[in-house]
């Protein structure tokens, strides 16, 4: 093996090291993630709870369940069907004219299995998930909210 052919070997295998551990550092990170809700994908609207929850109801989703199970909470929990998908959404005031609309998990089978957005599905499933709510639920939402 020649000199520069032994460079680029050792340049390759740290790089490699590297990044290894960059993806070990970082995939840790579930374990220090604070909070009930840690990898939802938030939206905020510049609407009251009411408003938005009102909104969400003047879409007609398919299943929708806006009916809070544990008023208790900080949240809002909403249910709905999305395709053939349903959705674990909520909504949490932020002051009298903004609230936190999030999309938290999806059962993709009739077994119920959830699975978290941001941490359990694959990365091109939790984009084009996203990219789905968003085109959807969030841009029919804020059509509806100015109304």
Same mark, same amino acid.
């Given at each position: ?6 460079k680029f070997?050792?340049?390759? +295998? ?9 993806? $070990?550092?970082?995939s840790?990170f579930?374990f *220090?993630a604070?909070?009930s *809700?840690p990898?939802?994908?938030? *939206? ?5 709870e009411?408003?938005?929850?009102n ?10 369940? +806006? ?9 809002h ?8 998908k349903?959705?674990q959404t909520?909504?949490r $005031? ?12 999806? $059962?993709?089978?009739?077994?119920s299995?959830?699975?978290l ?10 984009i084009?998930?996203?990219?789905k ?5 969030i841009e ?8």
């Amino acid at each position: 093996m020649n000199k520069s052919k032994f460079k680029f070997f050792i340049i390759f +295998t740290i790089i490699l090291f590297l990044l290894y551990h960059l993806i $070990s550092f970082f995939s840790t990170f579930h374990f *220090y993630a604070a909070g009930s *809700y840690p990898y939802a994908e938030t *939206y905020t609207l510049k609407y009251s709870e009411k408003e938005v929850i009102n909104a969400l109801e003047k879409l007609k989703l398919k299943n929708l369940d +806006t009916k809070d199970k544990d008023t208790t909470d900080f949240w809002h929990d909403i249910y709905f069907d999305l395709g053939d998908k349903k959705m674990q959404t909520w909504t949490r $005031s932020f002051d009298e004219k903004q609230t936190s609309f999030a999309l938290v998990s999806v $059962s993709t089978n009739k077994k119920s299995e959830w699975k978290l957005v941001n941490q359990d599905l694959g990365l091109f499933e939790n984009i084009l998930l996203k990219r789905k709510f968003e085109k959807e639920i969030i841009e029919r939402l804020k059509i509806e909210l100015k109304k």
